[in-house]
């Protein structure tokens, strides 16, 4: 094993053992969406939603995911007390990306400031946090990196078809981040399961999204889900459970009571329960965020996070078993240990800008423009987070170069 003490060391030598996370933000729209308002257009009533799902509202945003996640990402940095020159990863885990080229990690990257940063998108749908937490703490583990923003946020309300309940009564939109850092304490990652079942990839699909449907005829946004419920919750309760066990194996819990508390996927509260059951755990143990914001997809776990933390749930030191699921389908575990601090270090003011429609008003638009006819021309992509003044000639030295920056005339 290498020695992490000597700081002397060249950082290709010293490799980090631990990823910890140190600071921590979301950003939830102002409007809402009710199970009465659902029931205004589809065949459903807040009982029923509510019974199957227990979803009493969701979130519904104006803004488009880059946005989100810009807020969400500076009240993280805020949190670990860093600025966004100091982090070297943006990571973005999304399947509503504002762009496809180029990507949006680099948009928030820029709006934030994060000149010395390097920018990538994951896609694996409802575990798409989970994976870029993966992805950028092996970075962090490698001494590639020291420092990491891992961002999960989704608005899937763009891409919804309000004529269909199944998945219209589930999901919301929304965004949660965390900053990941270098430590040789054992924090952050300890154990980690990844997988798909590829066989059954097609039970979960947004048809409309993607270069399959390009030069289809039809308007942009306008989908078609492909949502076997029955199939989803026989997947999603079986995936969850054994990638927890499998997880709970290697990381070598000799009993459940070695985790303090399990934050998994906020699908919905059948599959949690039923999680809950085939493990064996109580309920109590479980956080659960459902009943105001629905399922956010790639913003579910990162969310929790923040609300679990101020509730209190999350205590120093303590052990976090995260099982998670998304469309493909996808499966992952974590065992997470948190660090000794669970209050920010410092609070931003970042807001997200301001709307003054509500969130049945907001769906409304979104039938009307899903079933207007195709435009002719493309708009150009409207953003109101602002981006810092274009970098000078030395400042780009110094993203380019960090380590060794010589003075550029201007």
Request: proline share 6%.
């Amino acid at each position: 094993m290498l020695d992490p003490t000597p700081v002397s060391k060249p950082r290709a030598i010293y490799s980090p053992l631990f990823a910890e996370i140190v600071g921590w933000g979301k950003c939830l729209p102002p409007a809402t969406l009710s199970n009465a308002d659902l029931s205004t257009f589809l065949d459903t009533t807040d009982d029923w939603i509510l019974r199957r799902t227990g979803i009493r509202s969701r979130p519904i945003s104006h803004a488009p995911v880059s946005e989100l996640a810009h807020v969400a990402a500076l009240h993280a940095l805020a949190a670990a007390g860093l600025r966004p020159e100091d982090l070297e990863l943006v990571v973005l885990g999304s399947c509503t990306a504002d762009e496809q080229m180029p990507n949006t990690s680099s948009r928030i990257q820029r709006s934030i400031g994060a000149r010395r940063a390097a920018a990538v998108d994951v896609n694996t749908a409802c575990t798409s946090f989970m994976y870029a937490m993966s992805y950028a703490s092996a970075l962090i583990r490698t001494g590639t990196i020291e420092t990491a923003l891992v961002v999960g946020a989704d608005t899937l309300s763009a891409y919804m078809d309000w004529n269909d309940r199944r998945p219209s009564v589930v999901f919301g939109d929304g965004a949660g981040a965390v900053v990941l850092r270098a430590t040789d304490e054992p924090v952050g990652i300890l154990a980690e399961k990844l997988g798909c079942v590829t066989e059954q990839r097609d039970v979960l699909r947004i048809k409309g999204m993607g270069t399959a449907y390009a030069n289809a005829g039809v308007t942009y946004g306008s989908t078609e889900w492909d949502f076997d419920g029955r199939e989803v919750f026989r997947l999603a309760v079986a995936s969850m459970a054994s990638a927890a066990r499998a997880v709970l194996s290697k990381y070598g819990a000799g009993d459940i009571d070695d985790i303090d508390l399990v934050i998994p996927h906020q699908a919905n509260l059948r599959i949690v329960e039923a999680v809950a059951r085939r493990l064996g755990i109580s309920m109590d143990k479980f956080f659960v965020n459902l009943e105001r914001c629905g399922n956010l997809s790639s913003a579910s776990i990162p969310v929790a996070f923040v609300d679990a933390l101020e509730s209190g749930r999350i205590m120093p030191h303590g052990t976090l078993l995260a099982p998670a699921f998304g469309g493909g389908m996808t499966w992952s575990a974590h065992v997470i240990r948190w660090g000794a601090r669970v209050h920010p270090l410092s609070v931003s003011t970042t807001k997200l800008s301001s709307t003054n429609q509500t969130g049945l008003q907001l769906v409304d638009a979104l039938r009307h423009a899903k079933g207007a006819a195709p435009s002719p021309c493309l708009p150009e992509s409207s953003y109101t987070a602002t981006a810092p003044r274009s970098a000078t000639r030395q400042q780009l030295a110094a993203s380019l170069f960090p380590l060794a920056v010589q003075a550029v005339p201007e």
